[in-house]
């Protein structure tokens, strides 16, 4: 009887099949692992997906270049921007502002008329305007010279500076006609026509208001029936005015002015004096007792005597007081120190600026109140102080809010413009709160911080983050570490749990637990 044949041991396997078979093992792990859609991640300054404290679902990338935020509820993105080139913001209502290459450019769209104005400074603006009929108008400018529109009447406006244009309603007059500028233009304005020659050696008008005429530099006359009569001779050394001419002849003025030696003027009992042109200058009104002296202008300006009038004393660079319309304002070593009292129907305002380095407002807003009722506004009564210090860093504080920001380069008035586009660049760290909404983020988001009256969450580019909050009336604390890999959660009263890991981390939901739900089993 043979020998049982022994069964042949299991072959092992190739080092091809077993590299495949750790890498199947490790994929499996890390797609076990892997933070899912929806879930906070952190790899700041590359790139970083939050919750915001005020509920918006918000991703930065490179330090904060690109930016987008998204409504929580509706899922619609309400701001995205790579600055400082170019930022969206929409409103509920869906109107849209736009920068592009802060402050040269911008869009404004308002959804509700369906209108949109599109500016580039210098070169370009656009404009698109519904009409009462429904006619949707627009028009174009762009430098140097191009204009054209359209609107419901039929009006077709072109021009191509200096060639030739015909433009309608645009800025003051009623309608310009030109042709090989400065050969020929045709400006009509209230009924009245003025033709240029050569403009503007030759020009007559006629029309409402009489005859004129103006053969520059030698003589010329310039005049309105009942309103006004303007003579000059040799310009721009003689002239002579009659204005306001539709009033008594008491409140008619009259002028003369031998330039630059000497001009007079009169209104009634007042009168003015100008000798060497700026600089020295003379008004009295005996009616008011207002009197005003340049001596020379615009160095040294007294002026005074009439309590309906500002009050002005200046002997520039060295200092300067006006008082007038709410306001009291003193220089000293012009620009660099200013003084400034501001009288609001609602408050005050008190500020100092020591240029570049200090800069300084107290804002005190009471109940405005009109009529026995008071008035519903944005701004709530209380005190708003901000503080500045160029470059270290600005404080602004107010009824249930308060910003720090540290480093601050720019040593100019604030301009919510430069902050939104500029600022991030060189800003170490930045702490805004809104009642119980707090946000805080260090130099290009390495650290940050989202807490609204739900949670607090907390983050170090990926190496740690901690999020608190309340599960059934119980303090819960969550934390990850790692990129994600190791994550756990403690409850009050001693509960301990491992979570699971959640690449590249820390893998917390997008949406918000509110505070003390009913605890339910999740998974994580």
């Not at 003027?265 to 005996?286: C, E, K, M, N, Y």
């Not at 930045?430 to 009642?435: A, S, V």
């Not at 001693?494 to 949406?511: C, H, I, N, T, V």
């Amino acid at each position: 009887m043979a020998p049982p044949v022994p069964p042949e041991a299991p072959a092992r396997p190739g080092p091809l099949r077993a590299l495949r078979r750790i890498g199947c093992t490790a994929l499996l792990a890390a797609g076990a692992s892997c933070a899912g859609p929806g879930t906070e991640r952190n790899l700041a300054p590359l790139f970083s997906s939050h919750s915001a404290g005020d509920g918006a679902h918000e991703i930065e990338a490179l330090g904060g270049l690109a930016l987008t935020r998204r409504d929580p509820m509706s899922g619609e993105r309400t701001y995205w921007a790579v600055r400082p080139i170019l930022s969206n913001r929409y409103e509920p209502n869906r109107d849209r502002f736009a920068w592009f290459l802060p402050p040269l450019g911008f869009v404004r769209d308002d959804a509700s008329l369906d209108a949109t104005v599109a500016q580039f400074l210098p070169l370009a603006r656009y404009q698109r305007t519904p009409e009462a009929n429904g006619y949707m108008s627009w028009s174009l400018l762009v430098l140097p010279g191009i204009y054209w529109s359209s609107h419901s009447d039929g009006r077709v406006q072109r021009a191509f500076f200096p060639l030739f244009g015909l433009v309608e309603k645009f800025l003051s007059w009623d309608r310009a006609t030109f042709a090989l500028f400065p050969l020929w233009i045709r400006i009509e304005r209230y009924g009245r026509t003025t033709d240029y020659v050569l403009w503007p050696f030759f020009s007559v008008s006629r029309g409402t208001g009489g005859f004129g005429w103006r053969v520059w530099p030698l003589a010329g006359h310039n005049s309105w029936e009942g309103r006004y009569s303007r003579w000059f001779a040799a310009w721009p050394f003689l002239h002579f005015q009659r204005n306001d001419l539709q009033y008594p002849e008491e409140e008619q003025q009259r002028s003369w002015f031998l330039w630059p030696l000497v001009g007079r003027s009169r209104r009634g009992p007042a009168h003015q004096t100008t000798v060497l042109w700026p600089f020295f200058g003379h008004t009295r009104d005996p009616e008011t007792g207002f009197w005003a002296t340049d001596a020379p202008w615009f160095l040294v300006r007294f002026q005074g005597g009439d309590p309906e009038r500002a009050v002005r004393r200046r002997v520039w660079p060295f200092y300067s007081y006006y008082q007038g319309d709410g306001l009291t304002s003193r220089w000293y070593a012009w620009p660099f120190i200013r003084q400034h009292s501001e009288k609001y129907p609602d408050g005050t305002k008190e500020s100092l600026n020591v240029y570049p380095f200090w800069r300084s407002s107290t804002r005190m807003r009471e109940p405005l109140v009109v009529g026995g009722a008071e008035l519903e506004r944005d701004e709530r009564p209380g005190i708003e102080r901000f503080r500045k210090i160029w470059p270290l860093g600005k404080v602004r504080t107010g009824e249930d809010q308060q910003d720090v920001h540290v480093v601050d380069l720019n040593p100019f008035q604030e301009l919510d413009f430069v902050d939104e586009h500029y600022a991030w660049l060189w800003e170490a760290y930045g702490r805004e709160q809104r009642g119980e909404v707090v946000r805080s983020r260090s130099w290009l988001g390495l650290w940050r911080r989202e807490k609204d009256a739900d949670e607090d969450r907390r983050s170090l580019s990926g190496l740690w983050s901690a999020r608190d909050y309340t599960r059934a009336g119980r303090e819960t604390r969550e934390r990850s570490w790692l990129f994600g890999l190791l994550r756990y959660r403690t409850t009050e009263g001693g509960d301990f749990s491992l979570l699971r890991p959640a690449f590249p981390g820390p893998g917390w939901p997008m949406r918000r637990v509110p505070s003390s739900t009913p605890e339910r089993p999740f998974e994580r």
